[in-house]
């Protein structure tokens, strides 16, 4: 009898490794088939590359605006392709090395404000109906209620314009969608069968909650996630074109930030602000298809419809 426990453990937990590379394949296939989403994810491929090759792309040199070389204000050129900022600095090395930061400042938030969200979410669901949830309820319907610009400017100013408190900012300002999309699937999965059954043989409740219920709405969260993205590289470049970004740091916001401080507007310097806008609306949009793709895959009735 010794033997034959872990024996059976070991072929249980095969099964489940299989019937997840099965379903992963079944995802990946539909998502493949959806144009949309293929289309995002290249476009996300494509920054993600710059964005690990930028220190070899660009040097700290080019983006010094002591070290600048080009002339002012300058049209694109052959040797400007987009041409140059105020300083004589080139708009696609900062373009490029810019795409590293917001992208890092992105998904960084991304993950905080998903921890949190689907932390909160996860407890509020699976005690539903009790004083814990009542409270984590409150503290959702509060932060989403509530401007969340507004609130990402107080932390901002209080906090300092860091990249790590920008980061703080923007999970805290994000998490509340995540956690009222992960409560109402958390809901569900609670009633079924096999949690029920976990817990008439007496599992603990965070035995349940992360070997049972979090399995189950994970693909919720992974879909929740991948939209988040969009908007926290959104709120970056808002709270940098408020000023409220990190000065020591060269990321779309900042860029556009200098280009509205520099004139740009007023005086039709266009390379200098439309690259750096171009590419905050290219990811967003990418992150978003990515996101929209993803819940058509993992709901069964948008992938009917």
């Not at 096999?194 to 919720?220: C, K, M, Q, W, Y």
Request: glycine letters at 10%; hydrophobic letters at 50%.
């Amino acid at each position: 009898m010794v033997d034959i426990q872990p024996a059976n453990a070991s072929s249980a937990s095969k099964l489940t490794w299989q019937r997840r590379r099965i379903g992963f394949s079944r995802g990946w296939a539909a998502f493949r088939h959806n144009r949309r989403g293929m289309f995002g994810l290249i476009v996300l491929v494509a920054f993600g590359v710059v964005a690990v090759l930028s220190p070899l792309l660009v040097s700290p040199d080019s983006v010094d605006p002591s070290s600048a070389t080009g002339t002012p204000n300058s049209p694109p050129t052959a040797g400007y392709p987009l041409g140059t900022d105020s300083f004589g600095r080139s708009v696609l090395s900062l373009l490029i090395v810019g795409t590293r930061v917001s992208l890092t400042v992105g998904l960084a938030a991304t993950v905080a404000a998903v921890f949190i969200g689907a932390t909160f979410g996860l407890l509020s669901g699976y005690y539903g109906g009790t004083a814990v949830d009542r409270v984590l309820g409150a503290l959702i319907d509060w932060f989403l209620v509530i401007p969340w610009l507004v609130l990402a400017i107080v932390m901002a100013a209080i906090l300092g314009p860091t990249l790590l408190n920008i980061i703080i900012v923007i999970a805290v300002t994000s998490w509340a969608l995540t956690a009222r999309v992960v409560r109402a699937s958390t809901l569900g999965v609670r009633e079924l069968p096999f949690v029920e059954r976990a817990r008439a043989l007496g599992a603990s409740d965070r035995s349940i909650i992360t070997r049972h219920v979090l399995p189950n709405v994970f693909p919720v969260i992974f879909a929740q996630a991948v939209l988040t993205v969009a908007v926290a590289i959104l709120s970056e470049t808002t709270l940098a074109i408020l000023g409220l970004g990190d000065p020591t740091s060269i990321s779309w916001g900042r860029t556009i930030e200098e280009a509205f401080n520099g004139g740009a507007m007023t005086n039709g310097y266009w390379w200098w602000i439309v690259p750096p806008g171009l590419a905050v609306v290219c990811v967003t949009l990418a992150f978003t298809l990515c996101g929209y793709a993803l819940e058509e895959v993992l709901d069964p009735r948008l992938r009917d419809r």
